[in-house]
């Protein structure tokens, strides 16, 4: 049943009054400086310099500027009444050469961050890892390399000791399925490579590295301190109920949904599922088993869509494809995706199931529409209704008794979107990127009424 605020007057307090309310952004897409005060190249400045990339030939030399802008986007926050910001660290402008070498300009820039906020009433939340690997690291492999778990200990570790005793919510890594996946496999993000040789050694070492990441930051911060870290997530149909579609949903499910989360719970690799995985077994060394498993306080779920999955023989290892929105005749962002608020719900439900899971958080959702200033406003009427019907499907599920505890909108401030570059405007706030002129969306002003 798909509920509407029409149906149900959405209110903060349904939610109950420790229900975490927030909005996200990340490091690469927003910050800019690229170089600025000793920061390295990351595989996503690299890759943003390559010819067809990125859509227009954009890049997020600039972004935001929130490295610059950084106290006046933190004063937004706290106008629109928003408690929490999820915000993540830049690797190389902690460790420009990827380790070894502190970079203390980096460490100062963060310490303001997290201090203003602090200071604004604003709690921060810390996402280690947003996909800005060291260029200097993916040159000796990136994920495929083993050494990339003793790599990522190390940057953890500096930011749990640098960090730790102001941030008391930690989330290790963001959706490892997308920059895995569209990095190591299909090569449409940063690095760029393809194919299973690269994908299947990334994911077990992305997956070690998480469970790492917990420990170091459980031994190094206060016992207080809540340690998540975040997933992508569809729900997934099959196209018809035919066996073979069936079966085809089941393999996607397993790539899209299951792939992490599962050995991270101690449930191993999906690969019964998706035999196409069985190689993750030649980079096992004895004992990562163990190994692969941490126990968090949360996990963060990202749910936009859902996918409707079909039988394809054409398609290697998976033989799988997703029924495009544009030719099922739904409503799409401008992200070409299908607006389904049930997703949502039924993605905290399937990850609730898991006996292993004690919270969950939304740490993103969010949508992309061609948002425009007209006389100083700029009125997102599909943005405000995809917000509102989302945030019902949470209360929904939460009323069932789901371990829902938060829910954060992606994003702040319209931002470099990746492959996409500018094109995808996702802000409660519009930006217009040639003056840095920020103007809160009607959205944003409706979500700063129901939080206050």
């Known amino acids: 049943m798909e509920l509407t605020d ?31 005060d000793g920061k390295g190249l990351s595989v996503w400045d690299v890759f943003t310099t390559k010819k067809g990339k990125i859509l227009n030939g954009d890049h997020a030399q600039t972004a935001c ?8 986007d933190i004063d937004l926050i706290k106008e629109l009444n928003i408690p929490n910001f999820r915000f993540s660290i830049s690797w190389t402008r902690i460790l420009p050469e990827g380790t070894g070498k502190i970079n203390q300009a980096g460490i100062d820039y963060y310490n303001r961050v997290i201090n203003y906020c602090l200071k604004q009433g604003v709690e921060p939340w810390l996402t280690v890892y947003h996909w800005d690997l060291p260029h200097v690291l993916e040159v000796k492999g990136g994920w495929t390399n083993r050494e ?68 170091i930051l459980r031994r190094l911060l206060s016992s207080t301190t809540q340690i998540g870290t975040t997933f992508s997530c569809s729900q997934i149909e099959p196209y018809t109920d035919k066996p073979r579609d069936i079966a085809a949903a089941v393999r996607a499910d397993a790539l899209i949904n299951r792939l992490y989360i599962e050995p991270l719970l101690g449930m191993g690799y999906p ?7 069985k190689d993750l077994k030649k980079y096992f060394y004895p004992g ?23 039988y394809s023989f054409f398609t290697p ?46 740490t993103e959702n969010g949508s992309a529409f061609p948002d425009e200033v007209t006389d100083g406003e700029v009125n997102d009427p599909k943005r405000l209704k995809y ?21 954060f909108v992606w994003t702040l401030t319209d931002n470099f979107e990746w492959a996409e570059g500018y094109h995808p405007r996702f802000g409660l706030i519009h930006v217009d990127h040639a003056t840095q002129q920020r103007t809160v969306k009607a959205s944003g002003r409706w979500y700063a009424e129901f939080l206050k």
Request: charged share 25%; proline share 3%.
């Open 288 to 310: 990562d088993e163990d190994k692969l498993r941490f126990d968090f306080d949360f996990i963060g779920i990202q749910n936009y869509t859902r996918e409707i999955i079909k």
């Open 148 to 215: 990339a778990i003793t790599w990522f200990s190390e940057f953890i570790t500096i930011c749990a000791q640098n960090f730790g005793d102001r941030v008391k919510h930690w989330m290790v890594m963001n959706e490892p399925v997308v920059f895995t996946g569209a990095g190591y496999f299909f090569g449409i993000h940063a690095p760029g490579r393809s194919g299973m040789k690269n994908f299947v050694p990334a994911i077990h070492h992305v997956t070690m590295s998480i469970a790492e990441g917990g420990r």
């Open 271 to 277: 690969i019964k599922d998706l035999p196409a995985l």
């Open 317 to 362: 290892y998976i033989k799988a494809s997703m029924v495009k929105a544009e030719k099922r005749g739904v409503d799409l962002t401008a992200m070409r995706w299908e607006v389904y608020p049930p997703s949502i719900y039924h993605m905290i439900k399937k990850y609730d199931a898991y006996p292993n899971v004690k919270k969950i958080i939304v």
């Open 6 to 36: 029409r149906e149900i007057h959405l209110s903060k307090d349904l939610f109950g009054a420790d229900f975490e309310w927030g909005v996200s952004t990340a490091a690469f897409q927003v910050e800019g400086s690229h170089d600025a």
């Open 387 to 407: 917000l509102k019907d989302y945030i019902a499907q949470v209360l929904k599920a939460k009323n069932e008794g789901c371990k829902v505890n938060g829910y």
């Open 65 to 72: 500027d929130f490295y610059n802008l950084y106290e006046r």
